[in-house]
């Protein structure tokens, strides 16, 4: 049988697609594998280029396939799909895989450590709950509105509805619509107990990680997002500008231009809808603030006085991310402008 050179590897649950093909690019193995024999098939493979698609259990295989001496790369399956011939099969993508992964412009993604994954699981823990809180929270204040009971936004007058929902003495709830809804109000208080102890579990790491100390230096980016990037980020050495990472986060605007004319649209919302969201919020939470008398940099107040609301949040937030490449790359803090040298 001829070397095999490069590897383009189909994963899936239970059956794996493999296209191997020689250093001339002639195909050499074309075949299923199942999952027990996937790994003692690259044991007795000289070492090679393995190519897989950056989606589930991927890097879980990445480092299993790594540990047996080959050059692991994941790609974008978004890159992939131009190389897909014809119909889509499982062979068919093991091979454009195995097409994709040798070209020289080809983009690849890290691939992440056990300790990234599991800070990453974590995150996405607390922001399953959140989701789950809120819904609870809406639910319920669906339900009082129907008994006339409405009150404001926020987890605060949320606490009011609970005193009336818990209120025996209350005669404005009947007391088979009460048991149904103190189901709710315990659930909302057992959600926000688990999400105040992975809050301090996410502060403690980010006490721990002098990188994510240094992060929360910066304007509306407090633990939560500095643990995001720590999980997210793997090297932020790997985009060459700030404004690659604010693209890479899909804060940048769509380009659609052709013929010579530039068009640009509303933001790509690519990359990390996790991060890019906190950013966002976090954002959105210092021209709030600036609302209430807290002093916004010029630009910013400047942009509030003839943008949209949501336009100035998202500007800031692609300012805010520029920043933490800056501080991910060079080091140090974040230190406010001086107003002198900005004239």
């Not at 068919?92 to 994709?100: N, Q, R, T, V, Y």
């Not at 129907?146 to 404005?172: C, H, N, Q």
């Amino acid at each position: 049988m001829e070397t095999i050179a490069t590897v383009g590897l189909d994963l899936a649950k239970s059956v794996f697609q493999v296209h191997a093909i020689d250093a001339f690019g002639g195909a050499v193995v074309r075949r299923a594998l199942r999952r027990a024999s996937l790994l003692d098939f690259f044991r007795k493979l000289p070492p090679c280029l393995v190519g897989m698609e950056a989606c589930a259990s991927a890097h879980y295989w990445a480092r299993e396939i790594r540990s047996c001496g080959h050059e692991v790369r994941l790609i974008p399956p978004i890159y992939v799909k131009a190389y897909v011939k014809r119909s889509k099969t499982d062979a068919a993508d093991a091979e454009a895989i195995c097409e994709a992964v040798t070209r020289p412009t080809m983009r690849f993604v890290p691939i992440k450590s056990v300790e990234q994954q599991a800070a990453g699981m974590t995150l996405k823990t607390r922001e399953l709950l959140v989701r789950q809180r809120s819904q609870t929270a809406n639910a319920l204040r669906a339900h009082m509105m129907e008994f006339g009971i409405v009150t404001a936004k926020g987890m605060a007058s949320l606490e009011k509805l609970a005193e009336t929902v818990r209120d025996p003495e209350s005669r404005t709830i009947p007391n088979t619509a009460r048991r149904a809804l103190l189901e709710m109000v315990e659930q909302i208080d057992a959600l926000s107990a688990r999400i105040e102890g992975l809050d301090a579990e996410i502060r403690k790491s980010v006490q721990g990680d002098e990188a994510a100390r240094r992060l929360t230096t910066v304007p509306g980016v407090g633990p939560i997002i500095a643990a995001t990037v720590r999980a997210v980020v793997h090297d932020a050495r790997g985009f060459k500008t700030g404004r690659d990472f604010a693209a890479w986060l899909g804060l940048t605007p769509r380009a659609h231009s052709s013929g010579g004319k530039e068009r640009l649209g509303a933001i790509s919302k690519r990359g990390n809808e996790q991060l890019r969201t906190l950013l966002v919020l976090g954002a959105t939470s210092i021209i709030k603030l600036g609302k209430r008398g807290l002093k916004l940099p010029d630009w910013v107040a400047g942009l509030v006085a003839r943008k949209p609301f949501k336009v100035v949040s998202v500007a800031l937030a692609n300012k805010t991310a520029r920043i933490i490449w800056a501080l991910l790359t060079k080091g140090g803090v974040y230190r406010k402008p001086d107003p002198a040298l900005a004239t």
